[in-house]
């Protein structure tokens, strides 16, 4: 039992190239959550996925794009990359229950754009 | 728009000492509580708190809920350096989605 996994583990990318960040579960969760961490700014929403079929932006989504590829998958696209855009991602997933919503995470990708 | 504010954003004490975190938070419909230990890697889970658990402890953390006053402290008694991390709080309103605080880096030295 792995819990949440996420390749790849470290990244540096030039300006203006793109990348896939995986993640997968095998809890059998229906909820699935990508964020993003910053020094000093907590863990940031970039977006999820209620259930398998849906997908939902969070507070910080431009310049992202995902895709929930089953109830197991759900990655996160950066089309062209920026600078800004230099971070830890983790995702997340819950068995999200009338709001009681315990979230498992993943080990984190660091991603550095040059 | 829920809200969540932690303080102090970070603290050092030393061991053996006993701190308290703080997390106020403001919320259209409250549902559950979160605080998570982070340390170099993925936030990991210690409590969630509820209208129908209001007080949790596990060793020498605990946590308490104040509903009428909208926030939550989590105590750590007797600290050692392997509690130096950041603690996140979290707040789970009616949607599928929970809102984080900046969180509070915690140093404690030997």
């Known amino acids: 039992n792995a819990g949440v996994t996420q390749t790849p583990k470290f990244q540096v990318l030039k300006t203006g190239q793109s990348m896939t960040l995986q993640c997968a579960q095998d809890?059998?969760?229906?909820?699935m959550y990508w964020y993003r961490q910053d020094p000093g700014m907590g863990l940031r929403l970039i977006y999820y996925?209620?259930?398998?079929?849906?997908?939902d932006k969070g507070e910080v989504p431009n310049g992202y794009n995902v895709s929930r590829l089953n109830k197991r998958e759900f990655s996160l696209r950066l089309e062209s990359a920026a600078p800004s855009q230099t971070s830890v991602y983790f995702c997340?997933?819950?068995?999200?229950?009338?709001?009681?919503?315990?979230?498992?995470f993943g080990p984190g990708t660091r991603l550095t754009v040059l | 728009e829920d809200k969540v504010v932690q303080s102090p954003l970070s603290l050092v004490v030393h061991e053996g000492d006993t701190v308290t975190l703080n997390c106020s938070y403001e919320?259209?419909?409250?549902?559950?509580l979160l605080w998570y230990k982070q340390e170099k890697k993925a936030p990991t889970f210690l409590f969630m708190l509820?209208?129908?658990?209001i007080e949790k402890k596990s060793g020498r953390l605990s946590s308490i809920l104040d509903k009428k006053e909208l926030f939550s402290i989590l105590n750590i008694t007797a600290t050692q350096t392997g509690d130096s991390a950041i603690y996140l709080c979290?707040?789970?309103?009616?949607?599928?989605?929970?809102?984080f605080g900046k969180g509070t880096l915690l140093t404690v030295n030997p």
């Open positions: 979290a707040l789970g309103g009616s949607n599928y989605k929970l809102t």
């Open positions: 809890m059998n969760h229906n909820s």
């Open positions: 509820t209208s129908s658990g």
């Open positions: 919320v259209t419909n409250f549902r559950s």
């Open positions: 997340a997933s819950s068995e999200w229950a009338s709001g009681y919503n315990e979230q498992f």
């Open positions: 996925s209620a259930s398998e079929g849906t997908t």
